[in-house]
Protein backbone atom coordinates (compact mmCIF):
# COMPACT_ATOMS: atom_id res chain seq x y z
CA UNK A 1 0.00 0.00 0.00
CA UNK A 2 1.51 3.44 -0.90
CA UNK A 3 1.87 6.14 1.66
CA UNK A 4 -0.72 8.94 1.90
CA UNK A 5 1.90 11.27 1.79
CA UNK A 6 3.04 10.41 -2.22
CA UNK A 7 0.28 12.17 -2.59
CA UNK A 8 2.29 15.22 -2.31
CA UNK A 9 5.03 14.27 -4.15
CA UNK A 10 5.39 16.50 -7.45
CA UNK A 11 3.19 19.02 -6.26
CA UNK A 12 4.30 22.49 -5.23
CA UNK A 13 4.80 24.26 -1.70
CA UNK A 14 2.41 26.86 -1.86
CA UNK A 15 2.51 28.40 2.01
CA UNK A 16 4.66 28.11 5.04
CA UNK A 17 3.20 28.49 8.35
CA UNK A 18 4.71 28.68 11.88
CA UNK A 19 2.21 28.87 14.54
CA UNK A 20 3.04 28.64 18.39
CA UNK A 21 4.57 25.25 18.44
CA UNK A 22 3.90 23.77 15.06
CA UNK A 23 3.97 24.16 11.48
CA UNK A 24 1.87 23.89 8.48
CA UNK A 25 2.22 23.78 5.49
CA UNK A 26 0.04 24.60 1.77
CA UNK A 27 0.55 22.58 -1.62
CA UNK A 28 -0.39 23.33 -5.06
CA UNK A 29 -2.77 20.15 -4.80
CA UNK A 30 -5.12 21.60 -2.23
CA UNK A 31 -3.60 19.10 0.70
CA UNK A 32 -2.30 20.69 3.82
CA UNK A 33 -0.02 19.29 6.32
CA UNK A 34 0.32 20.19 9.98
CA UNK A 35 3.58 19.41 11.82
CA UNK A 36 3.32 18.87 15.65
CA UNK A 37 6.26 16.71 16.14
CA UNK A 38 9.47 18.44 16.50
CA UNK A 39 11.17 19.07 13.18
CA UNK A 40 13.78 20.64 11.46
CA UNK A 41 14.75 22.50 8.09
CA UNK A 42 18.48 22.16 6.27
CA UNK A 43 17.26 26.11 5.56
CA UNK A 44 16.34 29.17 7.61
CA UNK A 45 15.39 30.68 4.08
CA UNK A 46 11.87 29.48 4.30
CA UNK A 47 10.73 31.47 1.56
CA UNK A 48 13.11 29.86 -1.05
CA UNK A 49 11.04 26.78 -0.25
CA UNK A 50 7.96 28.26 -1.21
CA UNK A 51 7.27 27.22 -5.09
CA UNK A 52 9.78 24.61 -4.52
CA UNK A 53 8.43 21.16 -5.82
CA UNK A 54 8.09 18.18 -3.09
CA UNK A 55 10.45 15.58 -4.59
CA UNK A 56 10.51 12.92 -2.15
CA UNK A 57 8.90 11.81 1.33
CA UNK A 58 11.07 9.50 2.51
CA UNK A 59 9.70 7.45 5.68
CA UNK A 60 11.91 6.26 7.73
CA UNK A 61 11.51 4.32 11.12
CA UNK A 62 11.63 7.10 13.27
CA UNK A 63 11.76 9.82 10.76
CA UNK A 64 10.23 11.28 7.79
CA UNK A 65 12.01 13.36 5.89
CA UNK A 66 10.89 15.02 2.61
CA UNK A 67 12.75 16.61 0.12
CA UNK A 68 12.47 19.67 -2.27
CA UNK A 69 13.29 20.76 -5.67
CA UNK A 70 15.25 23.63 -4.16
CA UNK A 71 17.93 21.36 -2.40
CA UNK A 72 15.93 22.01 1.03
CA UNK A 73 14.70 18.85 3.56
CA UNK A 74 12.44 18.87 6.19
CA UNK A 75 12.87 16.36 8.37
CA UNK A 76 10.28 15.59 11.31
CA UNK A 77 11.46 13.24 14.25
CA UNK A 78 8.66 10.12 14.77
CA UNK A 79 11.08 8.96 18.07
CA UNK A 80 8.86 8.91 21.76
CA UNK A 81 11.06 12.32 22.54
CA UNK A 82 9.38 14.15 19.23
CA UNK A 83 5.73 14.15 20.39
CA UNK A 84 4.56 17.39 21.73
CA UNK A 85 0.95 15.72 21.59
CA UNK A 86 -1.00 12.59 20.78
CA UNK A 87 -1.25 13.68 16.68
CA UNK A 88 1.84 14.09 15.45
CA UNK A 89 1.33 14.84 11.48
CA UNK A 90 -1.78 15.30 9.65
CA UNK A 91 -2.49 15.32 6.07
CA UNK A 92 -5.50 17.02 4.98
CA UNK A 93 -6.35 16.01 1.62
CA UNK A 94 -9.11 18.24 -1.34
CA UNK A 95 -12.39 16.29 -0.60
CA UNK A 96 -11.60 14.29 2.53
CA UNK A 97 -13.88 14.64 4.94
CA UNK A 98 -11.49 13.41 7.97
CA UNK A 99 -7.51 14.05 7.87
CA UNK A 100 -5.07 11.09 7.67
CA UNK A 101 -3.03 11.17 11.37
CA UNK A 102 0.63 10.33 12.20
CA UNK A 103 0.58 9.27 15.56
CA UNK A 104 2.33 7.19 18.37
CA UNK A 105 1.60 4.18 16.96
CA UNK A 106 3.83 5.47 13.98
CA UNK A 107 5.75 3.66 11.96
CA UNK A 108 2.56 1.37 10.46
CA UNK A 109 2.83 -1.14 7.80
CA UNK A 110 3.32 0.91 4.86
CA UNK A 111 7.05 1.75 5.84
CA UNK A 112 8.70 -2.06 4.31
Not at 28 to 49: A, H, M
Request: glycine share 8%; net charge negative; proline share 3%.
Amino acid sequence: MQSPLQTLVDTKLVSIMFIHDYLQLGFSNGSGLTVNNIYSWSTTDYVSVIGSELQEALEEKDRIIFKFSNGAELVVGFKKEDFLCHEGMLLSTEGAVTPIIWDEGYPYDLIK
